[in-house]
């Protein structure tokens, strides 16, 4: 156990649907990030936030968006789903200042 | 922008010796790191290095050289649960402390 925490392990849904992923990060963590990962494709970097506060943004759709909670755990909500959004939704989470990610189990994302 | 290459299929046999190159391309550099991931499964933390040259932890060392772009991990006496995908990833000197992660080089070990 990473001692990150993600929600659901598996979802299916259909096209055009939204969902929610969650994630709890190590306790004392401040920074919590959000990777995709496709069928045989490398971890895609989507959005890290600090404390609250979004800190960096990478590949991420406008269709979804993801927001860091006063308690620090994050909510990762992507809608109109598409069958290309299937995929692993990896958290990650570090301390501050601290050099390593930690990754929680993920969420298997099935879109019919 | 980054660039991260790295091979995507290595094949090597128990108590062997495999070594992953990865090379990239950045417009800045603050750490070089390397993951396993077992299929499925999240990535789990090996290595990380920022300075020319080797680290070593148990049957795992990776080196770096900044000048030329390159890394590679070394894994010793392979075992069978050896094989995963090993994931290079760099992390830019940008203050930003997200990650960006080369494709996996997928390592079968055959007994």
Redesign the interface.
Known sequence: DSGVTQTPKHLITATGQRVTLRCSPRSGDLSVYWYQQSLDQGLQFLIQYYNGEERAKGNILERFSAQQFPDLHSELNLSSLELGDSALYFCASSASGANVLTFGAGSRLTVL | GQNIDQPTEMTATEGAIVQINCTYQTSGFN?L?WYQQHA??????LS?N?LDGLEEKGRFSSFLSRSKGYSYLLLKELQMKDSASY?C?V?EDTG?????????TRLQVQP
Do not use: D
């Open positions: 750490g790191f499925g499964e999240a990535p789990t933390f990380y920022v994931l990833a992390r930003r402390r997200a990650l960006t992660f080369g494709s996996g």
